[in-house]
């Protein structure tokens, strides 16, 4: 099953079904029709998981540099992370409302950024969110997130390669070059 975010291409091979989460469409069949709440660009849904997909590609080939400067400028003022914390919130809402929040849940984020911003990020992403697991001494049966990860597309396709993340806008050339051969 094949997704897409902008330039990008999932391939979530072994998923049961999956949604653009975000649909702003409102004939599509998965348009929520609430626009004050942030979604998740993704829904994926597996047998044992459920599996929420944030995409931002600041490093887009096409992306202009006053992108990647508004971007960086919202990891300085704290709005990216509340941003990325929100989504993950409201779209968990979204599922618990249509009674789909039931599996264990996975928040994968794949940013076109360095390792190194990428840890800064996830650090302040998680500090926004509710507890990670069940919490020690509390009340809790169940977690609310299994894991909160952030990856770049080198280190998600290292890391899940059952789930292969490529861009749209590759020559064909460079989709030559990045293709094992027979024989090599």
């Known amino acids: 099953?094949?997704?897409?975010?902008?330039?990008?291409?999932?391939?979530?091979?072994?998923?049961?079904?999956?949604?653009?989460?975000?649909?702003?469409?409102?004939?599509?069949?998965?348009?929520?029709?609430?626009g004050e709440m942030h979604r998740v660009d993704f829904v994926v849904e597996f047998e044992?998981?459920?599996?929420?997909?944030?995409?931002?590609?600041?490093?887009?080939?096409?992306?202009?540099?006053?992108?990647?400067?508004?971007?960086?400028?919202?990891?300085?003022?704290?709005?990216?992370?509340?941003?990325?914390?929100?989504?993950?919130?409201?779209?968990?809402?979204?599922?618990?409302?249509?009674?789909?929040?039931?599996?264990?849940?996975?928040?994968?984020?794949?940013?076109?950024?360095?390792t190194a911003q990428l840890l800064s990020l996830r650090e302040e992403v998680i500090r926004r969110l509710p507890p990670i697991g069940i919490p020690a001494a509390s009340r809790w049966k169940r977690s609310f997130i299994e894991s909160c990860q952030f990856f770049n597309i080198e280190t998600w396709n290292a890391s899940f390669p059952k789930w292969p993340v490529s861009r749209t806008s590759l020559s064909i050339s460079e989709v030559e070059e990045s293709t094992p051969q027979e024989g090599v």
């Open 1 to 34: 099953m094949k997704l897409i975010e902008g330039d990008l291409v999932f391939d979530f091979t072994d998923a049961k079904k999956g949604i653009v989460f975000d649909q702003m469409n409102p004939t599509a069949p998965d348009y929520h029709g609430i």
């Open 48 to 114: 044992a998981a459920s599996v929420f997909v944030e995409v931002k590609d600041p490093k887009h080939p096409q992306a202009r540099a006053e992108g990647l400067r508004r971007f960086l400028a919202g990891m300085e003022d704290g709005t990216l992370y509340d941003t990325f914390a929100s989504k993950l919130i409201d779209s968990f809402l979204y599922r618990w409302a249509e009674d789909e929040a039931s599996k264990p849940i996975y928040y994968i984020n794949l940013v076109t950024l360095d």
